[in-house]
């Protein structure tokens, strides 16, 4: 078997695994059910519907679908090693780095195929609330919008694989959480510790900007209900800014699986 | 089969008991005036991040339902203007909520507080119309301030997406400074663009009062017209021979009218305040208004 082959079938046995976790059907008719009421809300408003069924919809999207990233993702790794039921596989002719590519690769698959399924029900929603028939916002931002928080996810699911490789899951699922939510304060961050007059506070809010996922920037909500234009090349070099953060978090997770020492 | 009765009956009880104490707390939430303590608005959209427009979604639903409270509105909506710098310091581009905000702080009669979050909308959405012309009538209605009610109706003239007839009516109002068919053109306009059944009934009652405003006007000169011909008051408003007042009487709002033949008085039992007509002094000048960036949100 060669890697590309072992790698596909790694990933197609760890979405199946995945997509009969329980939590994740509490999950996905948890954001189903935000978007539903989304809808109700809007009904209780003053003007404007559709602002309140994008922007509940999208942000249920995007809290269930950073839910479903995490818990998937810690449990990738640190509980294939727990159960013991990664030893059999990694006794095969896979290198490590496949199995954690390949872990990876399921989780987020299987978070991409349910934020697809809650999308669909968003977009049937704010069609449905549209003006006269037409979809409120132009198709090329509103999938610009998606696909900026598809990176984010797909980072996050990284990060909770990362941890995964090297902790227990509740660890990873500490670890995760912090950074999930540390990166969408990054730029306040550097704001704050760079107002010091001490250097090495300056330094290390420096260090904390770079270092942190910057998830503020993958997120294209506020201007998609704004009207103003997202798909451009701004959005184009964050997604490419979250792509690469992606692939340094993949290779600092396969180097670290590939140095452990597995009892 | 003891125990399944023993465990119904603690169901019932207290399935009885929760429905008795949510009845008593949603009472209490119905017969508050205020909307309770709110966050400190920049620690909050500091703390939301970027989900800051969501945040400020729940609360401007949060303000619907509180303007909304019987006891709140009895109360004069007292946390009306904390409500409304919550979600417009949470999304300062929600153009929709400082229109809203404006119109019901004018409709509560604080004047100063709705130009100041009118005014804060103008500098945050420059594209939206609704807000200098919102503005404007709050300067030509309550105001009396006719000449700035003309330039913020000029500005808005020149937004994208108003009215073919702004221009016009802004012209309008610096040429008559303030007449009643301009008061009721103003209103039409507002009445056309809000769909929102509250804001709009408080416009056609403020419509209602121009009109009746301006049929007590024209009854109290004819009725001098016929007095000074006659020699007397007319006995009955039908008398005046007027088209326009005949017509008027028999409609909902023509019914409220009473005429005293004794005095020559006419007043109506629905305008409690007759409205006072202003006259400036002076012509106002026109001045020249800078065009303003076209970023327009969404209706």
């Known amino acids: 078997m060669n890697t590309t082959s072992a790698l596909f079938a790694l990933a197609r046995v760890a979405l199946v695994e995945a997509l009969r976790e329980r939590i994740l059907y509490g999950l996905l008719a948890f954001a189903i059910g935000l978007i539903l009421l989304s809808a109700v809300l809007s009904n209780v408003t003053l003007g404007w519907p559709v602002r309140i069924v994008t922007d509940l919809s999208l942000s249920a999207i995007s809290l269930g679908g950073a839910a479903m990233a995490i818990l998937l993702g810690v449990r990738s790794v640190a509980s294939e090693i727990e159960r013991r039921v990664a030893y059999p596989v990694l006794a095969r002719p896979i290198a490590r780095w496949t199995y954690v590519l390949g872990r990876y690769l399921g989780v987020v698959g299987t978070v991409f195929i349910n934020v697809l399924l809650m999308a669909l029900a968003a977009t049937i929603m704010i069609a449905a609330y549209s003006h006269e028939g037409f979809f409120q916002y132009a198709v090329s931002d509103y999938l610009a919008t998606l696909g900026l928080m598809l990176v984010r996810l797909a980072i996050l699911a990284g990060l909770a694989v990362l941890f995964s490789t090297f902790t227990s899951s509740t660890v990873a699922f500490i670890a995760s959480t912090g950074l999930g939510i540390a990166g969408h304060f990054t730029a306040d961050l550097r704001h704050f510790l760079g107002k010091s007059e001490f250097w090495l506070t300056r330094t290390v809010g420096e260090a904390l900007y770079w270092a942190l996922p910057d998830l503020a920037t993958l997120e294209a909500l506020p201007r998609l209900i704004h009207g103003e234009p997202i798909l451009n090349t701004q959005a184009i070099v964050a997604a490419a800014y979250g792509l690469f953060y992606l692939g340094v978090v993949l290779v600092l997770a396969c180097w670290r699986f590939e140095g452990r020492d597995l009892p | 089969m003891r125990s399944r009765w023993v465990y119904a009956l603690l169901l019932v009880v207290l399935a009885m008991g929760t429905h008795f104490l949510h009845r008593q707390a949603v009472v209490g939430v119905a017969e508050r005036e205020t909307a309770g303590p709110l966050p400190n608005a920049r620690v909050l959209r500091f703390l939301t991040s970027s989900h800051h427009t969501s945040a400020a979604d729940l609360y401007w639903l949060e303000l619907v339902q509180y303007v909304g409270t019987e006891a709140a509105l009895r109360a004069g909506w007292p946390d009306l203007e904390a409500l409304a710098d919550l979600v417009v310091t949470l999304d300062p581009k929600y153009g ?204």
């Not at chain 2, 003309?150 to 009516?169: C, K, T, V, Y």
């Open chain 2, 96 to 299: 929709y909520a400082y229109q809203a905000s404006g119109i019901l702080l004018s409709t509560a009669g604080r004047i100063d507080a709705s130009n100041e979050i009118l005014e804060r909308g103008m500098a945050n959405v420059p594209g939206r119309w609704q807000l200098p012309f919102y503005a404007g009538f709050n300067r030509w209605y309550h105001q009396r301030q006719f000449r700035e009610a003309g330039e913020l109706l000029l500005r808005a003239s020149r937004l994208p997406g108003r009215p073919d007839w702004l221009a016009a009516l802004a012209s309008r109002l610096f040429a008559s400074s303030g007449s009643i068919d301009d008061g009721i053109a103003l209103l039409d306009l507002m009445i056309a663009n809000t769909e929102d059944p509250l804001l709009r009934d408080d416009f056609i009652r403020r419509r209602e009062d121009l009109v009746l405003e301006k049929m007590l006007r024209r009854i109290e000169d004819r009725a001098a017209a016929f007095r000074a011909a006659h020699g007397r008051w007319p006995q009955r408003l039908e008398e005046l021979g007027d088209r326009e007042i005949r017509a008027f009487l028999p409609t909902p709002l023509g019914q409220t009218l009473r005429w005293n033949p004794e005095t020559g008085e006419v007043r109506s039992l629905y305008l409690q305040d007759r409205l006072v007509l202003y006259e400036p002094k002076e012509e106002p000048e026109i001045r020249e208004v800078p065009p303003t960036a076209s970023t327009e949100e969404s209706p």
